[in-house]
């Protein structure tokens, strides 16, 4: 499945889940999931990007090993189908701002919570899911500027060679 299609279902699943557990299952799917598009660009992806992209895999997957009993739903884990990503700017801008609703999410489990253990596994999480949301935001920008030197490079000299001078002058006559 196409990485935008099962980010919006991922920010659907987090947006519909009640309870801690299914809270806490959500965001574990979300850090799988960006873990996977980490791994996928890392391999595949633009070349200014493997290196950010690596990083946001291992990060992703430490913070999916800080949650103690990740609850996976009987469905499975919704990154291992993951087949493809066709927009990479389009894909990373969405999986920020999934991140940044899983990083909502454990506050609320964080501060709504009494139990110590529960507290500092969303703290680590948040921790996790906050420099996941940061290597994205850095790849977006690499992406940007990439974007605007291959504009600069074929605005410089144009399809037609260099073009100079104001636009409606034929021979010096207006």
């Known amino acids: 499945m196409e990485a935008e299609r099962l980010i ?13 557990p299914a809270v806490m299952a959500e965001v574990w799917q979300a850090q799988a999931l960006a ?5 996928r660009l890392a391999s595949r992806g633009p070349a200014e990007l ?3 992209a690596r990083g946001l895999s291992e990060i992703c997957a430490l913070g999916s090993a800080v ?5 996976v739903p009987a469905s499975g884990v919704r990154a291992s189908q993951l ?6 700017t389009r894909a990373l801008a969405a999986l920020a701002q ?6 909502i999410a454990l506050v609320g489990v964080a ?3 009494e139990e110590e253990s529960l507290y500092w596994q969303c703290i680590e999480a ?9 290597r994205v935001q850095g790849m977006l920008r690499r992406l940007a500027e990439a974007e605007r030197e291959h504009e600069g490079e074929q605005g410089r000299d144009g399809p037609y060679g260099v073009i100079r001078g104001p636009a409606g002058f034929v021979s010096g006559q207006p």
């Open 126 to 134: 948040i921790d996790a899911v906050d420099e996941s949301v940061d």
């Open 111 to 113: 501060c709504g919570t």
């Open 67 to 71: 949650f103690d009993h990740p609850m």
């Open 50 to 52: 493997r290196t950010d």
């Open 98 to 103: 999934l991140l940044g609703e899983a990083g």
């Open 83 to 88: 087949t493809e990503v066709s927009d990479v």
């Open 35 to 39: 873990r996977a598009v980490g791994g």
């Open 8 to 20: 919006e279902a991922g920010r659907s699943a987090l947006a519909g889940s009640r309870g801690v």
